[in-house]
């Protein structure tokens, strides 16, 4: 493709920013397969282990979560002393919406997990949604469910 075809029907056929990356490249005659864009089968296997034990962990300490916040809900025969402790409620209840909080925060990260383990499935996982460059394995290991490279992320962060 020369530069003196480009239109924007052309923009119409690019269904993804990743796409659009490599779309430019063309136009700028860059070669868009000189650098990997990429994982292999094999490194897909390697995040997709570990994001499936960090997702059984994940849900593991969900269900732990929850289960604590019934215990707290369910107060047994502690109601029928008659003597009111206003102190001990308000510590409780402070303790209750912390631990909501918690089991929140817990949800989403299994949400974003969750997310990743598709990316892998369709073959996008590692690559990052603003540059269309791969994450390095490194980040990907620490942050398994990130979809940004560390430049984009400081660039947003700005």
Known sequence: MKRADFSLRHLKTIPYSINLVNFVKQLLCIDPMSEKQRYTEEELKEFEELLGAKLDKAHKELDYIRETLMRRNHQGTDNTAGNVKVLEDGAETAEKENLSQLAARQQ?????????????????????????????????RAVPHTMHSIEAKLARDK
């Open 108 to 140: 989403k990260f299994i949400l974003q997990m969750e997310a990743a383990m598709v990316r892998i499935k369709n073959g996008t996982y590692g690559v990052c949604i603003d540059t269309g460059k791969l994450i390095p394995k490194e980040r990907l």
